[in-house]
């Protein structure tokens, strides 16, 4: 097995599977390797094979938090949530399936539009090995104060994971949202690409709309 020394997570100990991290540094011993975690300076020891990735970049800090939300509702199935941001791309295929999740920030743009470290990395997922693997994706915009560019990003980081030959599930309808229009619509407008949270306008729908997508990818698969 491999070693290595972290700094864990200001928390209760805690475990998973033969990984342990505690207080302060200590030397821990995993089976695949440490990824560093949302927010500076955190770092989380997680399983890489036969998991399911949850990996997400955050502005604000709300998307880090419906990744959270999905961990706890999805349990052992998926790893901690990881940033992109501090992770080696071409780790990414060693885990069976993913949930990714982006903020839009740059609204308008065409590209680069979640602000975040996807826009660095995603030409690199598009040639990574993928093929088949389920993927699923959610992002986090303003349906009102940004109405014409909702949730723009997911689009982005989806058609990436497409390109790499995931089997892209997770689709949700339209009909619940009250924006003006969105890059990640589906071609005929009645689906977005994936999961749209609205922290700012419709946060009172949000357990109840991941609560329903979890049941979705399981029933697809994920």
């Known amino acids: ?130 093929k088949d693997k389920p993927c699923a994706v959610f992002g986090c915009g303003d349906s009102s104060g940004y109405g014409d560019y909702f949730c723009d990003a997911m689009d982005e980081v989806y058609t990436a994971f497409e390109a790499a030959g995931c089997k892209m599930i997770g689709h949700v309808s339209s009909a619940d949202y009250d924006f003006a229009d969105s890059k990640s619509l589906r071609a005929d407008g009645t689906e977005m690409c994936g999961l749209a949270l609205d922290y700012d306008n419709e946060d009172e729908k949000t357990d109840g709309r991941i609560d329903a997508w979890v049941k979705q990818l399981a029933e697809q698969g994920l």
């Open 1 to 130: 097995m491999a070693m290595c020394t972290v700094r864990a997570v200001p928390r209760q100990p805690h475990a998973h599977g033969p990984s342990v991290c505690r207080h302060a540094y200590v030397r821990v011993t995993v089976p695949a390797r440490c990824l560093r975690a949302p927010g500076a300076g955190r770092v989380r020891c997680v399983r890489a094979a036969a998991q399911i990735g949850l990996v997400v970049t955050s502005v604000t800090g709300h998307t880090a938090e419906y990744a959270d939300i999905i961990k706890e509702k999805m349990g052992d199935k998926v790893t901690e949530p990881l940033d992109a941001g501090e992770i080696s791309m071409s780790d990414l295929s060693g885990y069976s399936g993913f949930i990714v999740g982006a903020p839009t920030w740059h609204t308008g743009a065409d590209t680069a539009r979640s602000g975040t470290a996807w826009d660095d990395v995603l030409d690199e997922v598009k040639k990574l090995p993928l």
